[in-house]
């Protein structure tokens, strides 16, 4: 590993750092509007939401890396404590970045980025048609740390009202999928979040046995990923070893049409995910039974049927 203190490195080298490390960051198309009236729009991908009641959000635009001087969000922010904050979707993206180019605080940056005003009901920024989700906001606090180059400025901000799109929602929640959001990340790169969209388990109040009361045999296995270990310990219990030789022997005895075995059956089960067919076949082998049989339970796994995965993995257990 490479081991850094900020301290012995240039401030650059340590913004680079961040934006690798942290990633990917969720984008906040910020409207606000200045004293003057002119309406400006920047795009912040230091941002994100840190409670609900009330809905608190938070982003900074920090001070310019290269003198230090203050962006323009800022400047209307601290003097009108208003904003508006749009997610950004993977169809105005290119429009977002041209967004954050440097224009001067009399440009009105909707028109540079090609982006339509729609008037807000609780704050005079405008906020973005084109955005399918919109938060019309208050500035709660402005908080800054340090006054030189690339020193941060947190807006932390409450959510007066939310504008969401009808169509964005599948059984009441927001479709990752459907909202299309990208994500900033080291760079130029940008990530599009539903190209690496997939769901987990949430623990929620599952008592969860967790990694530390897997059996030793599971933990040490060769086959398992630390992901698939991960999976058996968000069961909340283990199957007795009762039920699980029973059940073995109920895989075994029971009589499938059309199965075959042998290893060759084995490799064609694996590819079309039937674990249960893998496992049968297993216990008709003499050689790697073990692995057969894990490989088995990986599968299963996979396919979510955790009850059967550990099953198979504590029946490797009891094999001499
Ligand atoms: C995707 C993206 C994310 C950005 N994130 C930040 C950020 O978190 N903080 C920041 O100060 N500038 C960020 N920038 C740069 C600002 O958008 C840029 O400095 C902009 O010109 C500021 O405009 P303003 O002076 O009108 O406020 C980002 C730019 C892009 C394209």
Same mark, same amino acid.
């Given at each position: 590993?490479?081991?850094?203190?900020?301290? #012995?490195?240039?401030?650059?080298?340590?913004?680079?750092?961040?934006?690798?490390?942290?990633?990917?960051?969720?984008? $906040?198309?910020?409207?606000?509007?200045?004293?003057?009236?002119?309406?400006?729009?920047?795009?912040?991908?230091?941002?994100?939401?840190?409670?609900?009641?009330?809905?608190?959000?938070?982003?900074?635009?920090?001070?310019?890396?290269?003198? $230090?001087?203050? +962006? #323009?969000?800022?400047?209307?922010?601290? *003097?009108?404590?208003?904003?508006?904050?749009?997610?950004?979707?993977?169809?105005?993206?290119?429009?977002?970045?041209?967004?954050?180019?440097?224009?001067?605080?009399?440009?009105?940056?909707?028109?540079?980025?090609?982006? !339509?005003?729609?008037?807000?009901?609780?704050?005079?920024?405008?906020?973005?048609?084109?955005?399918?989700?919109?938060?019309?906001?208050?500035?709660?606090?402005?908080?800054?740390?340090?006054?030189?180059? *690339?020193?941060?400025?947190? $807006?932390?901000?409450?959510?007066?009202?939310?504008?969401?799109?009808?169509?964005?929602? !599948?059984?009441?929640?927001?479709?990752?999928? +459907?909202?299309?959001?990208? $994500?900033?990340?080291?760079?130029?790169? &940008?990530?599009?979040?539903?190209?690496?969209?997939?769901?987990?388990?949430?623990?929620?109040? +599952?008592?969860?046995?967790?990694?530390?009361?897997?059996?030793?045999?599971?933990?040490?296995?060769?086959?398992?990923?630390?992901?698939?270990?991960?999976?058996?310990?968000?069961?909340?219990?283990?199957?007795?070893?009762?039920?699980? @030789?029973?059940?073995?022997?109920?895989?075994?005895?029971? +009589?499938?049409?059309?199965?075959?075995?042998?290893?060759?059956?084995?490799?064609? &089960?694996?590819?079309?995910?039937?674990?249960?067919?893998?496992?049968? @076949?297993?216990?008709?082998?003499?050689?790697?039974?073990?692995?057969?049989?894990?490989?088995?339970?990986? @599968?299963?796994?996979?396919?979510?049927?955790?009850?059967?995965?550990?099953?198979?993995?504590? &029946?490797?257990?009891?094999?001499?």
């Amino acid at each position: 590993m490479l081991h850094y203190e900020p301290k #012995d490195l240039s401030v650059p080298e340590v913004h680079r750092l961040l934006l690798g490390g942290v990633a990917p960051r969720p984008i $906040a198309l910020v409207s606000t509007i200045s004293i003057d009236g002119i309406h400006n729009l920047s795009p912040f991908s230091f941002f994100n939401a840190f409670g609900a009641n009330p809905p608190i959000v938070a982003f900074s635009p920090s001070r310019r890396g290269r003198d $230090a001087t203050l +962006k #323009d969000t800022y400047n209307n922010l601290v *003097a009108t404590k208003e904003c508006v904050i749009q997610a950004v979707t993977h169809s105005m993206v290119e429009q977002v970045s041209l967004a954050s180019a440097e224009y001067s605080s009399d440009i009105d940056e909707f028109i540079k980025a090609g982006l !339509t005003p729609i008037d807000s009901d609780l704050v005079k920024p405008k906020r973005v048609k084109e955005s399918p989700f919109q938060m019309e906001c208050k500035l709660l606090e402005m908080r800054s740390f340090g006054n030189t180059g *690339a020193s941060a400025n947190i $807006a932390i901000c409450e959510v007066l009202k939310f504008h969401v799109t009808e169509d964005l929602f !599948t059984n009441g929640i927001i479709d990752p999928v +459907k909202i299309d959001l990208v $994500a900033r990340m080291s760079g130029s790169f &940008y990530s599009r979040a539903t190209n690496g969209v997939f769901s987990l388990e949430q623990p929620g109040t +599952k008592k969860c046995i967790g990694y530390d009361q897997l059996p030793l045999h599971i933990k040490k296995s060769e086959i398992y990923s630390a992901n698939d270990l991960g999976k058996f310990g968000h069961s909340e219990s283990i199957p007795s070893l009762e039920d699980v @030789t029973s059940y073995i022997q109920k895989v075994a005895n029971e +009589k499938i049409d059309g199965f075959e075995e042998g290893l060759e059956a084995f490799h064609r &089960y694996q590819r079309l995910n039937d674990y249960r067919k893998m496992l049968k @076949t297993s216990l008709m082998l003499n050689e790697n039974q073990k692995i057969m049989i894990e490989l088995s339970a990986k @599968t299963a796994l996979a396919n979510n049927d955790i009850d059967f995965a550990w099953k198979a993995a504590l &029946y490797v257990g009891m094999i001499k």
